[in-house]
């Protein structure tokens, strides 16, 4: 890794929340990246052998390291402080530590499930995300070597020599940019566009398709339109606020132990809906008409009782503001709590180490676990299709059934087998169906991802496996009671898009990125890139049609961006740019893509937290969510 330069000889002024200068506020929990080599591999082919069991690791407990600065910040500009983590709730490389007995209890912050793991932040309506902001995988977090910022690993010279030889090549070849050739979605799709999507539109004769709904404005530059307090937490723990929607007449947002509908241009309440604890989790999906699924607790936690756990399966009309039913499922008498939940078509599936259940939207019961079972629905991907991630096998000798079902029966249409050992699996898509694991703990950055599994849904066999070392892309899945909790990732036009790891641009003290394709028949890139530019840092958000949605992280003197790629050309078009004013900034770039939600849709970028905490002192200045609008 290149040695970081020296700091700049201006430092950027410092600054708070909107209005008077405030101190900066805290982001969410900092991941511990490793630093990337000196650039990425973008031509790396799938390297054979995988799914080796591994014996349980013994927890380490390094200290976590200093939180990021703003993509490009200039050395030595301090930073703000991350809140404190929740206890039992690991983030991107916090030290790892082994999942107890299935079924026990975890100390976890009100509204998380077992592991202490947090609830979705997800984004239906207009077909986004999976939420950002929630603890990975808790694999082995990423050792520093001697000498070396940030933990990570040395190329050797040898490593170097041929990476640049690769990059000059490919420069004179491409003119500056790397081009290689390149390589029909079905169902509905609830959410529209989500993490998979549709070719959409006419082929551009590039293998990618060129239309989409989002339309560049006259003038890109954005205004902040609102922004939402942060809730009071009267005590010194955290409390989860995950999971946000966005309808074509609401901005909705969960809140402590309740649900909010806010106007999309103006932030004015337009109901609140109470409910008796704090959401758990929350479905990225939503049907046709605007309902969408919860999980959460039957009360508020308290000292002598910190966990009521997430029994309470809900049906919420986020138009009306409404919860249509709510619904619970035994285990003998014992209620059983859910770690996931998700929606496809009309039915809404729930998984956990107790085995999985399913109601459609009328509240009907689908299936329960069976007593008799002897592996267990761990958890499900929604959207076009239904899969199952269906676990056989004691810990140590786990195989994993990757199940696409029947939303209305449960019945098994097609059925891929993981190579045993593999203890933990993420559907990225269930249309096309793509799998991300973190194959014999392999990934080395605490991201939950080694490979990824391109799956014929129709048949179960395996197209093609994806290689994708955790040190060159950039990606994440939680995997372990979450699901489909993937995020900087995208899935359309039958491949898979992800974001390199930051390495070092042009620019002076500069770092960048890029996002990179594969296709999902042949595992190989397509030689399209996007990137990011000097400074900033680019993360996929949805599909939009055939083209790709992503987020741009600014240096610490400029405003995000949202820009589209099309699908083909991987041309990019700005949609919405941020303002660079130091107070809007500091706001901004409190919600890092990783750890936020992000929802953008018709000239309008929504940005939330998924973490409530008491405020470090006074003055501090903390928004739950904060919306950013063209025109």
């Known amino acids: 890794m290149t040695q970081p330069p020296p700091p700049p000889p201006q430092q950027p002024p410092q600054g708070g929340g909107f209005g008077p200068p405030q101190d900066q506020p805290p982001q969410d929990p900092p991941p511990q990246t490793p630093p990337p080599a000196a650039g990425p591999n973008l031509g790396k082919a799938p390297e054979p052998g995988y799914g080796y069991p591994q014996a349980p690791q013994a927890p380490q407990t390094p200290p976590p390291a200093a939180p990021p ?137 590039n293998g990618g398709a060129t239309s989409g709904k989002e339309k560049a404005p006259s003038d890109p530059g954005a205004k902040v339109l609102f922004q939402v307090p942060a809730p009071e937490v009267k005590n010194d723990s955290t409390v989860v606020v995950s999971g946000s929607w966005l309808t074509d007449k609401a901005y909705v947002k969960s809140g402590i132990a309740q649900i909010v509908g806010y106007d999309r241009d103006k932030g004015s309440q337009l109901w609140k809906l109470p409910l008796a604890g704090p959401v758990c989790q929350a479905s990225r999906h939503v049907t046709d008409d605007n ?83 002897s592996c267990y629905d761990a958890g499900y991907g929604g959207g076009e299709k239904l899969v199952a991630v269906r676990k056989c096998g004691s810990y140590d000798q786990r195989q994993l059934h990757i199940q696409t079902i029947d939303p209305k029966s449960g019945k098994v249409i097609s059925e891929y087998k993981m190579t045993e050992g593999i203890e933990y699996a993420s559907i990225v898509s269930t249309n096309p169906l793509v799998v991300a694991a973190d194959v014999g703990d392999s990934a080395g950055d605490g991201s939950g991802i080694s490979d990824f599994f391109s799956i014929d849904g129709k048949t179960g066999k395996l197209r093609t496996r994806i290689s994708a070392p955790g040190e060159q892309f950039a990606a994440r899945c939680e995997g ?124 309008r970028l929504y940005m939330s937290k998924v973490y409530a905490s008491k405020r470090s002192t006074v003055r501090d200045k903390e928004y739950l969510a904060v919306g950013f609008g063209t025109g």
């Open 69 to 205: 600065q703003g993509y490009g910040y200039p050395q030595g500009a301090p930073a703000p402080q991350p809140p404190q983590a929740p206890q039992g709730a690991p983030g991107y490389g916090y030290p790892g530590q082994q999942p107890g007995a299935y079924g026990q209890p975890q100390q976890a912050p009100y509204g998380q499930p077992g592991y202490g793991q947090p609830g979705y932040g997800q984004q239906p309506g207009y077909g986004q995300q999976p939420g950002y902001g929630y603890p990975q995988q808790p694999t082995m977090p990423y050792q520093p070597q001697a000498g070396q910022p940030g933990g990570g690993k040395k190329l050797n010279a040898q490593v170097v020599i041929i990476v640049a030889a690769v990059v000059a090549i490919a420069l004179i070849i491409g003119g500056g940019v790397w081009y290689a050739s390149s390589g029909k979605d079905e169902g509905k799709q609830n959410d529209t566009a989500g993490v998979s999507g549709g070719t959409g539109g006419t082929d551009d004769g």
């Open 291 to 373: 309902l969408t699924a919860i999980l959460y607790q039957p009360a508020m936690p308290t000292k002598a009782d910190p966990s009521h756990g997430c029994s309470q399966v809900a049906l919420i009309d986020l138009d009306a503001g409404k919860r249509l039913w709510t619904k619970t499922v035994k285990t003998g008498d014992q209620l059983i709590n859910f770690d996931n939940i998700t929606l496809s078509g009309k039915t809404v599936a729930v998984g956990s180490t107790s085995g999985g259940a399913a109601f459609d939207v009328s509240g009907k019961l689908l299936w329960s676990p069976k007593p008799t079972d």
């Open 480 to 603: 372990i009671t979450r699901v489909e909790a993937c995020n900087l990732l995208a899935v359309g036009n039958d491949r898979l898009y992800l974001p390199t790891e930051e390495h070092d641009g042009t620019g002076k003290y500069s770092q960048t990125n890029e996002i990179v394709a594969f296709d999902l028949a042949t595992g190989k890139q397509t030689g399209q890139r996007a990137d990011a530019g000097d400074g900033y840092t680019i993360s996929p958000l949805r599909m939009d049609g055939g083209n790709l949605i992503a987020y741009k992280r600014p240096p610490y003197d400029k405003g995000g961006q949202i820009v589209s790629i099309a699908g083909g050309s991987f041309k990019q078009t700005t949609l919405l740019r941020n303002p660079s004013t130091e107070s809007v900034r500091d706001v901004e770039t409190s919600m890092s893509p990783e750890y936020s939600e992000f929802l953008y849709a018709e000239g």
